[in-house]
């Protein structure tokens, strides 16, 4: 996986009883680089090379009906760059494409305690773009295999590839999100967060089964916990630990890197006058997964990604007027 640099910004101002909210933020990226893997004889990647990349302008309002009660509405923007993929089959080459999804929630609060509950639900977002498939040699090799055993779906690609729709789905997500004080200057956060994946697949369907590609993405539920402490009128800390669920050890889809994963992070903020200055960092380590894939009848492993991990750096700058 490639190294990833995301940029957020965000703005949020209050009307009368309304408060509003414009976030721009990198949203998903499949970054992969197997380009020092080969397979058949060098005729093309068992792991896959893959730069996508999809952000996101949200908007969000929130009207409160009481100290106590709001509700949130918002729309998001989803808007995914060009991208390449390259697989042992060939390179396909996607077209940018931009799709809106709704943003709906409430939340309770009692200030006094600093408690805050705030449940979040995003529908499924659905965006269709033109793609271009040119095989590689051993692709080449796989659709003539598919031609002579009479799979009818499949032609002769030409020089220049083939063109086709494909398809790629923003998952329905819901959120939980919670903070108590627990303590004078202390803090407890948690969530939980859940993705239907499995309903949001990237299909890419060349129309042939020997050159046709696509996600095998499961449903995942994402929890946190973690403790803020405010060290002076300028200094706060937090630490967290994080969990995702969800996937299996062994997959049918190349483009599967990771099943789930663990991480613990580390903040520390510095607050003066109306400027917040925040830094963090992560360590994650990432579940295992092997992609099994049947090949003439018989099960084949073709990449296998264990004790894998990964460091995150994080540095935010608010400006308060």
């Not at 990349?53 to 949200?58: F, P, R, V």
């Not at 030409?158 to 200057?185: C, D, H, K, M, W």
């Not at 200094?235 to 599967?256: D, R």
């Amino acid at each position: 996986v490639k190294d990833q640099n995301r940029t957020v910004f965000s703005f949020k101002t209050s009307v009368s009883d309304f408060t509003l909210g414009l976030s721009s933020f990198t949203s998903a990226a499949m970054k992969l680089n197997g380009s020092g893997s080969t397979y058949y004889s060098g005729n093309g990647t068992a792991i896959p090379s893959a730069d996508a990349e999809i952000s996101t302008l949200a908007f969000v309002s929130k009207y409160s009906f009481s100290e106590n009660f709001d509700v949130l509405l918002g729309v998001n923007q989803n808007t995914l760059a060009a991208s390449t993929a390259t697989t042992s089959r060939g390179t396909y080459k996607i077209s940018g494409k931009s799709g809106t999804g709704e943003i709906y929630g409430v939340a309770y609060s009692k200030p006094e305690i600093a408690l805050r509950v705030e449940l979040l639900a995003q529908p499924k977002a659905k965006m269709t773009t033109s793609t271009n498939y040119v095989p590689s040699p051993y692709g080449v090799g796989t659709i003539a295999a598919a031609l002579a055993g009479g799979d009818s779906a499949c032609t002769v690609v030409p020089a220049g590839g083939v063109n086709f729709n494909s398809t790629l789905n923003r998952p329905e997500t819901y959120t939980l999100n919670l903070q108590t004080g627990i303590a004078e200057n202390t803090l407890l956060i948690g969530s939980i967060h859940k993705t239907n994946w499995s309903k949001a697949q990237i299909d890419v369907p060349t129309g042939c089964s020997a050159s046709a590609t696509g996600s095998k993405f499961t449903d995942t539920t994402t929890t946190k916990v973690g403790v803020g402490r405010k060290l002076s009128d300028n200094w706060s800390v937090l630490a967290s630990y994080q969990q995702e669920t969800g996937g299996n050890k062994t997959t049918t889809s190349l483009f599967t890197v990771n099943n789930g994963y663990q991480s613990i992070n580390l903040g520390v903020s510095y607050t003066v006058d109306n400027i917040t200055i925040s830094g963090g960092y992560s360590y994650i380590d990432i579940g295992d997964v092997a992609v099994v894939i049947p090949v003439s009848g018989t099960n084949t492993t073709f990449a296998t990604y264990k004790n894998n991990s990964a460091s995150a750096l994080g540095l935010k700058v608010g400006v308060s007027f």
